[in-house]
């Protein structure tokens, strides 16, 4: 899985395979577990400029894997169960500890506890607009939020790739332009008192 969201989702499974190869734009995510990364070499945009700027180190694929997985899910799995029920069945076994590392401090520290905020956004590789709430739900959110909180609103926006839907919401710091490394950013949401988004990586990590 190269989504960020599906690969914090499917670390709960790659635990299981001691001594595994990897591949994946998110080696971040599984360095505490006993695997080898192999380099996607994925064009998804936020994917690779993830991989092309790790400090994690890939390796070669091995040259006679005894057992090759393809973890996936699309329509006909989903009408049958969950993202992990899907998972489930293509690694052959069940997960039971759903974590992640920590990620040291948080890049932001505020007097106030931080709330992170994802906006509403479309992405020109696989253009959706219906994974997202009602953008007026998160302006809304965010507006009653900095009564009370620091509020961070975090997206990787990029002409004519990525950008955002509705209003955007109010927040104390924009970080808009992807200026947070993943790690950074899992460390942000981390030690977030609250955190507000539509389907997505967020989710998961929380």
């Known amino acids: 899985m190269y989504g960020l969201g599906d690969s914090i989702y499917q670390r709960a499974f790659v635990r299981q395979f001691p001594g595994a190869f990897l591949r994946t734009p998110w080696p971040e995510l599984y360095c505490d577990l006993d695997v080898q990364f192999v380099r996607s070499n994925t064009s998804l945009r936020t994917q690779r400029k ?14 006679r894997p005894s057992e090759v997985l393809t973890i996936f899910y699309g329509p006909e799995e989903l009408k049958k169960g969950s993202i992990v ?13 759903f974590d992640l590392p920590s990620y040291g401090e948080s890049p932001v520290t505020e007097d106030k506890p931080i709330a992170v905020i994802r906006p509403a956004t479309v ?22 939020l900095r009564k009370h909180f620091y509020v961070v609103s975090l997206a990787d926006l990029e002409e004519d790739e990525e ?16 200026e947070l490394s993943v790690t950074e950013m899992l460390a942000l949401v981390e030690h977030a008192a609250v955190a507000v988004s539509g389907v997505g990586w967020a989710l998961p990590v929380r």
């Open 163 to 178: 950008w955002l839907v509705g209003e955007q919401p109010e927040a104390d710091l924009q970080l808009h332009q992807g």
């Open 50 to 63: 993830n991989e092309e700027r790790t400090g994690v180190t890939y390796v070669r694929d091995p040259a």
């Open 123 to 144: 992405r020109k590789e696989w253009a959706n607009p219906a994974r997202n709430p009602d953008p007026k739900y998160l302006t809304a959110a965010a507006r009653e």
């Open 85 to 97: 029920d899907a998972m489930t069945w293509q690694f052959g076994k069940a997960a039971s500890v």
